[in-house]
Antibody, heavy 115, light 105 residues
Framework: EVQLVESGGGLVQPGRSLKLSCVAS????????MNWIRQAPGKGLEWVAY????????YYAETVKGRFTISRDNAKNTLYLQMTSLRSEDTALYYC????????WGQGVMVTVSS | IQLTQSPSLLSASVGDRVTLSCKGS??????LAWYQQKLGEAPKLLIY???SLQTGIPSRFSGSGSGTDYTLTISSLQPEDVATYFC????????FGSGTKLEIK
């Protein structure tokens, strides 16, 4: 069974940093590209970042480019999102999702940016 | 590419045929997927590549379209279909539509 479990969220002050993790199981992690997708409270879905299976291709939404870094460790079956210079508008539930057309999603981890 | 979904809210009766629309600001070349998100849950992939049904999804769901205009159809609305539906394009960048909330009348 495919499972994606996010962690690392919480309450953080504006301008600070936070690192999210997503541990994958039930499939060969190194064969799949991965995404981070977020959803602000009561709002729609926003794609954040994508990394290919071997980390050769990395893409970011304009709203996070230069502040967020997506990475992965295929030996640990883990996806990461390093978030810096956080803003209130980054407050959201962050999902990791498998594949360029996301077919499996985690349950999400909440990030709240507030003073 | 920006995606515009309509309507934003749709009320229909059980058994109705329901059509949701997604329009791109540019040609999407059929790289269009549909997701269903029920309250408090993660999104679920329903349709990919415009009209391919994801494994395990009921056949009452179907997709169609081309160019900039795409449609998700539910042939006979069921109570468990109450959800918000998002389209997603992966032809040029990766973007989601703003969603259509589907309610039972």
């Amino acid at each position: 069974e495919v499972q994606l479990v996010e962690s690392g969220g919480g309450l953080v002050q504006p301008g600070r940093s936070l690192k999210l993790s997503c541990v994958a199981s039930g499939f060969t992690f190194s064969n799949y590209g991965m995404n981070w997708i977020r959803q602000a409270p009561g709002k729609g879905l926003e794609w954040v970042a994508y990394i290919s299976s071997g980390s050769s291709y990395i893409y970011y939404a304009e709203t996070v480019k230069g502040r967020f870094t997506i990475s992965r460790d295929n030996a640990k079956n883990t996806l990461y999102l390093q978030m810096t210079s956080l803003r209130s508008e980054d407050t959201a539930l962050y999902y990791c999702a498998r594949a360029y057309t996301p077919d499996y999603w985690g349950q999400g981890v909440m990030v709240t940016v507030s003073s | 590419i920006q995606l515009t979904q309509s309507p934003s809210l749709l009320s229909a009766s059980v058994g109705d045929r329901v059509t949701l629309s997604c329009k791109g600001s540019q040609n999407i070349n059929n790289y269009l997927a549909w997701y269903q998100q029920k309250l408090g849950e993660a999104p679920k992939l329903l349709i990919y590549n415009t009209n391919s049904l994801q494994t395990g999804i009921p056949s009452r769901f179907s997709g169609s379209g081309s160019g900039t205009d795409y449609t998700l159809t539910i042939s006979s609305l069921q109570p468990e279909d109450v959800a918000t539906y998002f389209c997603y394009q992966y032809n040029n960048g990766l973007t989601f539509g703003s969603g259509t909330k589907l309610e039972i009348k």
